[in-house]
């Protein structure tokens, strides 16, 4: 028995579809790289930020508030260290900028995140076309060839494998 021009039509617009989604599967996984790389370079630069940050904080930990009882040994000063009012303005104002800098990287980092997510659920969806696919391309061969096999000879266990 030959093939049906039906079924030839089929497994055709079906092996179109299956390449056009292998192709954008292909694209969305390299922009799914691209964007987490992306994604990665941004934390970097908040935790480098952060830890600038933190720095200066430590800096200043404990020297602004003595830890021990002024009057418990009177005439004796705290022994923690000054800095000059223009050290505390400079360390100031990079606080300021890290601040502005840290909401600019966490904007970045939530829009990244939410373009990583789509591209993810774009993925995972055209990779589930793709399957269905092959597996409908596999379902029209397989009636294709029962239709050409009597005899039924593909269906046995021997001849499939």
């Known amino acids: 028995m030959e093939e049906s021009p039906r079924s030839t ?10 390449t056009d989604t292998y192709t954008s599967g292909k694209r969305y996984i390299s922009s799914l790289q691209e ?13 480098k930020t952060k830890k600038r940050y933190a720095e200066l904080i430590n800096r200043y930990t404990g020297t602004l508030v003595s830890k021990r009882n002024p009057s418990s040994l ?5 022994g923690g260290p000054t800095y000059s009012n223009e050290s505390m303005k400079q360390d100031g104002e990079e606080m300021k900028k890290i601040d502005a800098l ?20 774009a993925t995972i969806s055209t990779t589930s076309n ?6 409908q391309m596999s379902d029209v061969l397989d009636e294709l060839i029962s239709q050409s096999d009597p005899q039924e000879l593909y269906r046995s266990p021997e001849a499939r494998y």
């Open 9 to 18: 039509k089929i497994f055709n617009q079906l092996y179109a579809t299956k």
């Open 102 to 121: 840290l909401k600019e990287l966490y904007s970045q980092r939530d829009t990244l995140y939410s373009q990583v997510r789509k591209l993810l659920e």
């Open 74 to 78: 009177p005439g004796i000063v705290s």
């Open 35 to 47: 964007m987490f790389t992306q994604y990665n370079e941004v934390m970097d630069d908040i935790l």
């Open 130 to 135: 793709y399957i269905d696919t092959t597996n």
